[in-house]
């Protein structure tokens, strides 16, 4: 069973371990890009009324992280980031289950309206992550960030509470409640 919690102190050092791995960190904005991170850090980015961050647990099991970050409150808007820290984890849809979490606790319970994460272009994998939380792709802007020593684009994808379709699925698959 897959699950989120918001994110407490004595989880900080796993997570600035698992963006501190170049695997993990590589495709986050250059802030965190190719550093080690340290445990204050995640405890500074915590305490920031503009983000919201939560542990992800696969059979109670910390695995990930998924949050929201620069959330205006006027807008009703924020931005979605997430990483897997577990890589025994990956390929079982954890992180997709993990979104597909924060966006109902975004939409329903705090208020969002709308959603937007980016992507570097070449990360096809966190780009079938959206996809299936229902994100499309909104633009994109040219050249924008560096990976493995080449510029490429960011890709810019949302959501919005009112998108035609947006809607949540339980284990079975089926739609179990639809914002419209």
């Given at each position: 069973?897959?699950?989120?919690?918001?994110?407490?102190?004595?989880?900080?050092?796993?997570?600035?371990?698992?963006l501190?791995?170049?695997?993990?960190?590589q495709?986050?904005?250059?802030?965190?890009?190719?550093?080690?991170?340290?445990?204050?850090?995640?405890g500074?980015?915590?305490r920031?009324?503009?983000?919201?961050?939560?542990l992800?647990?696969s059979?109670?099991?910390?695995c990930?992280?998924?949050a929201?970050?620069?959330?205006?409150v006027?807008?009703?808007i924020?931005?979605?980031?997430?990483?897997?820290?577990?890589?025994?984890?990956?390929?079982?849809?954890?992180i997709?289950?993990?979104?597909?979490?924060?966006?109902?606790?975004?939409?329903?319970?705090?208020?969002?309206?709308?959603?937007?994460?980016?992507?570097?272009?070449d990360?096809?994998?966190?780009?079938?992550?959206?996809e299936?939380?229902?994100?499309?792709?909104?633009?994109?802007?040219?050249?924008a960030?560096?990976?493995?020593?080449?510029?490429?684009?960011?890709?810019?994808?949302?959501l919005?509470r009112?998108?035609?379709?947006?809607?949540?699925?339980?284990a079975?698959?089926?739609?179990?409640?639809?914002t419209s």
């Amino acid at each position: 069973m897959i699950g989120i919690k918001p994110l407490t102190p004595e989880h900080f050092a796993t997570v600035a371990e698992w963006l501190s791995k170049p695997e993990i960190n590589q495709w986050l904005t250059g802030e965190w890009r190719d550093r080690v991170i340290d445990p204050t850090l995640i405890g500074v980015a915590v305490r920031n009324k503009r983000n919201r961050f939560f542990l992800v647990r696969s059979d109670g099991v910390p695995c990930g992280l998924v949050a929201l970050a620069d959330w205006d409150v006027v807008d009703k808007i924020a931005m979605i980031w997430y990483a897997l820290g577990d890589p025994a984890s990956g390929g079982r849809g954890v992180i997709t289950q993990a979104i597909r979490e924060l966006v109902r606790t975004a939409f329903d319970t705090l208020g969002i309206e709308a959603l937007h994460a980016w992507i570097m272009e070449d990360n096809e994998r966190s780009r079938r992550v959206l996809e299936k939380n229902g994100f499309r792709e909104a633009g994109r802007l040219r050249l924008a960030a560096v990976h493995n020593s080449r510029r490429l684009d960011r890709v810019y994808l949302d959501l919005t509470r009112h998108d035609p379709g947006v809607g949540f699925a339980d284990a079975s698959g089926g739609i179990v409640a639809v914002t419209s």
